[in-house]
Antibody, heavy 123, light 110 residues
Framework: EVQLVESGGVVVQPGGSLRLSCAASGFTFDDYAMHWVRQAPGKGLEWVSLISWDGGSTYYADSVKGRFTISRDNSKNSLYLQMNSLRAEDTALYYC????????????????WGQGTLVTVSS | QSALTQPASVSGSPGQSITISCTGTSSDVGGYNYVSWYQQHPGKAPKLMIYEVSNRPSGVSNRFSGSKSGNTASLTISGLQAEDEADYYCSSYTSSSSGVFGGGTKLTVL
């Protein structure tokens, strides 16, 4: 059974930093691209970032480019999102998600989602 | 990376069919056959309903179908059931290999 478990969400002040983690199990982690998608309270889904199966390619939404860094450790079946210079508009539930295709390096579709970790940026 | 355009809400009675549209550009929806649709019930994670425009993952009811014409994709739900009431989001691959979502459509089953 595929499981994605996010952690690291907390309340942080504007301008602060945070690292989110996602522990994956139930599939061959290093075969698949992974994604972060967020959802602000009461709002829609927003794609944030993706990393290819081998970590060689990364992509970011314009809203987070230069502030967020996605990474993965295939030896630990883990995905990360380093978030710097946080703003109030970054407040959201952050989902970790698995790409549907093996060995992909773009956004095609996601077939499994975690339950999300809540990041609140507030003073 | 402008969001795809979806109607804010649609409604239908049990047993009826509804269609949700998703309009993008030639740099996303119109340029690639990588449109996907997600269902989200309140307080739950999204669930994949359609991928590659019209393919259903295993376990998804055949009452759900997808199509695309030009820059607009569509999700059709036939034989509406109370359990279909949820938010629906379309998404597409883009020319920069990134993803983009629609704003979401709230489906109400009357």
């Amino acid at each position: 059974e595929v499981q994605l478990v996010e952690s690291g969400g907390v309340v942080v002040q504007p301008g602060g930093s945070l690292r989110l983690s996602c522990a994956a199990s139930g599939f061959t982690f290093d075969d698949y691209a992974m994604h972060w998608v967020r959802q602000a309270p009461g709002k829609g889904l927003e794609w944030v970032s993706l990393i290819s199966w081998d970590g060689g390619s990364t992509y970011y939404a314009d809203s987070v480019k230069g502030r967020f860094t996605i990474s993965r450790d295939n030896s630990k079946n883990s995905l990360y999102l380093q978030m710097n210079s946080l703003r109030a508009e970054d407040t959201a539930l952050y989902y970790c998600a698995k790409d549907i295709y093996a060995h992909s390096s773009g956004w095609y579709a996601v077939d499994y989602w975690g339950q999300g970790t809540l990041v609140t940026v507030s003073s | 990376q402008s969001a795809l355009t979806q109607p804010a809400s649609v409604s239908g009675s049990p047993g009826q069919s509804i269609t949700i549209s998703c309009t993008g550009t030639s740099s996303d929806v119109g340029g690639y056959n990588y449109v996907s649709w997600y269902q989200q019930h309140p307080g739950k994670a999204p669930k994949l309903m359609i991928y590659e425009v019209s393919n259903r993952p295993s376990g998804v009811s055949n009452r759900f179908s997808g199509s695309k014409s030009g820059n607009t994709a569509s999700l059709t739900i036939s034989g509406l059931q109370a359990e279909d009431e949820a938010d629906y989001y379309c998404s597409s691959y883009t020319s920069s290999s990134s993803g983009v979502f629609g704003g979401g459509t709230k489906l109400t089953v009357l």
